[in-house]
């Protein structure tokens, strides 16, 4: 097992170019089913859960070629057997397999997917897109059988803003007989990223970059060429670790209108940036103090659906805020696991209250100091090799396989701004 060894306190500098969206590219590569032909997708990050959404694509008899960030696709020799039970208890993304294989065969057994343990993740908005656009489902213990005659559109109305519902009720929606209106639709940049290029192979889906979508069904895709954007999360990520470590940083290609709410809230941290361009700028030497509320009150960072404070970003945040001068409340809304690396910071020195699973205080500066950490989730894991750059002395951090499923060649990039972290292995 691979390991992070971090020297910390030490300020970076450089220019640094974003990996493109991973949740962008894991459901476009489950698109690749809707068509015969071959769908090339570039800017595709070259991390843990592509190769694990590739590994199970290759075993449905998916033709992958994937090499310099480039991923082409053809489907043309896919069989209609179950998805791989055990690559798909790996990532979260197995899952949308299911309208895609149903659109193709008419029948699919999805095993439940794996991903981060961050608490409860339902598939009930995924099972009730389906059934409402004509799919019946056997629940068994540890995965589902689906059948359909043929998708049919209807008016859709979703239960909850999930990203990975809408997109499972875009797959079905796009051959399907008639027009779908899938309303209280997820609408972050990667959904968005997913309709451009479903329209780019022929599906005709408007509304895009709102909470309602209207899809016309058509009989066929083809392939294309599609490259997606900039992940907005890595960015995000980028950004908190320059102004925690008093870095100064360009993001390049950061894609700055993606991050209107984000300044907003890393604001209250006292984080300032200036966008040049596309680039992000995040000056050195910032005075992080935390910015009260308008009547003096503690001010709350909390996540919401997009084009709220995505809940990725709520680790991050928290390292960021042991730095700020003052007091913040960081409040986890959407999954009840996010917070449990916080007994880790507080072993290093922070000074938090964790008030319950979805509530921490956090009062600030604290000096952090290196410790042995463990990373439980991709974020949580970026959120301590950040607080492991701010630390004095030195870090390991274990399970970084979490890490690299998420962000490619950290250590690499993070070497070129001048950390001192290295990959070892034990």
């Known amino acids: 097992m691979d390991y992070f060894r971090i020297e910390g306190a030490k300020p970076l ?20 089913v809707l068509t015969d032909e071959a769908l090339t997708i570039g800017n595709v990050p070259d991390i843990g859960d592509v190769r694990t959404k590739l590994a199970l694509l290759d075993s449905l008899g998916i ?23 055990t690559l798909s208890g790996r990532i979260r993304t197995a899952v949308l397999l299911a309208g895609p294989m149903l659109a193709r065969f008419g029948h699919v057994k999805i095993f439940r997917p794996g991903g981060d343990r961050i608490g409860r993740r339902r598939l009930d908005t995924h099972l009730m897109a389906l059934q409402a656009l004509g799919t019946e489902i056997d629940i068994e213990p540890d995965h589902y059988v689906l059948h359909t005659r043929g998708f049919r559109g209807c008016d859709l109305f979703l239960d909850e803003m999930s ?3 809408t997109e499972q009720a875009i797959f079905a929606a796009v051959l399907a007989e008639g027009t ?28 895009i970059g709102t909470h309602d979508l209207v899809v016309e069904g058509v009989d066929v895709l083809h392939g294309t060429r599609f490259d997606i954007g900039p992940d907005y999360m890595e960015v995000g990520s980028l950004i908190g670790l320059a102004a ?9 290609g950061a894609n700055p209108k993606d991050h209107r709410m984000t300044r907003i809230m890393y604001g209250r941290l006292g984080i300032a ?29 909390d996540d919401m659906p997009w084009p709220g404070f995505p809940p990725d970003l709520i680790s991050i945040a928290l390292v960021v805020a042991t730095q700020s001068r003052g007091t913040v409340l960081i409040h986890q809304k959407m999954f009840d696991r996010r917070l449990v690396f916080v007994d880790r910071l507080i072993e290093m020195g922070a000074g938090i209250v964790l008030c319950d ?3 921490a205080l956090v009062m600030g500066p604290t000096r952090l100091r290196g410790e042995r950490l463990v990373s439980p989730d991709i974020r949580a894991g970026m959120a301590l090799v950040i607080a492991a750059l701010c630390a004095e002395g030195t870090s390991t951090i ?6 690299d499923r998420g962000y490619e060649r950290l250590e690499v990039r993070l070497r070129e701004l001048g950390a001192r972290i290295e990959r070892l292995s034990e």
């Open 398 to 403: 274990h399970n970084v396989d979490q890490i």
């Open 63 to 85: 033709d992958t070629r994937f090499e310099n960030n480039v991923c082409e696709l053809r489907a043309a020799g896919v069989h209609d057997e179950q998805p791989d039970p």
């Open 13 to 32: 500098s450089g220019d640094v170019t974003p990996m493109g969206n991973k949740n962008s590219a894991l459901p476009l590569l489950a698109a690749s």
């Open 244 to 252: 925690a470590t008093g870095s100064g940083i360009r993001l390049v």
């Open 357 to 359: 699973p979805h509530r």
């Open 180 to 207: 779908t209106q899938i309303s209280n639709a997820a609408m972050e940049p990667h959904v968005q990223d997913v309709c451009r290029c479903l329209n780019a192979m022929g599906a005709r889906i408007t509304g």
């Open 273 to 301: 940036w200036d966008d040049d361009g596309d680039d992000i700028v995040v000056p050195a030497s910032q005075d992080l103090a935390v910015m009260p509320d308008f009547d003096g009150a503690v001010p709350k960072i």
């Open 163 to 165: 990203v990975t519902g």
